[in-house]
């Protein structure tokens, strides 16, 4: 009996040696919007501008652009709330201060790629009550 186990065994590790394609189990479910997400998120890590991400992902339809340019902005202003910029913005006093803040508006901005989009800056005027001028 142990032998027709065994036998049992090798033929079924046999079998999903060949009919399983090497790398199956590590390939992540395919969702492209989180796919376009990651890869308008690495090419700003990399430096790229929003005109250049946009030229680079032009594959994608334009609802699918909107949607993930309004996922960004979210992602923007959630950062922005967590770093409790409004109480900051109340409690700045001289200008430096308030230029420590626009700098870290403009960290964030350049982070998520979104520098020439005017309705995140129009946002962002909306929610903290600070203008954006030069960035």
């Known amino acids: 009996m142990a032998f027709k186990t065994k036998v049992v ?6 079998a ?3 009919g399983v394609p090497p790398g199956l189990g590590q390939q992540p479910p395919v969702d492209k919007r989180d796919d376009l997400y990651s890869i308008w998120m690495k090419l700003s890590m990399m ?3 929003q005109s250049e991400i946009e030229g680079l992902l032009a594959e994608g339809t334009e609802e699918q ?6 996922r960004l902005r979210r992602d923007v202003l959630a950062t922005l709330m967590q770093l409790n910029l409004k109480i900051e913005i109340e409690l700045s006093r001289t200008e430096q201060d308030l230029r420590m803040i626009r700098d ?3 960290t964030e901005i350049r982070f998520s790629g979104l520098e020439n989009d005017q309705l995140l800056h129009r946002m962002i005027r909306h929610k903290f009550g600070i203008s954006l ?3």
């Open 104 to 106: 870290k508006i403009r």
């Open 16 to 18: 999903l040696l060949i």
């Open 47 to 49: 430096g790229h501008n």
């Open 65 to 70: 652009l909107l949607r993930l340019k309004n």
């Open 133 to 135: 001028q030069n960035i």
């Open 9 to 14: 065994m090798v033929v079924l590790l046999a």
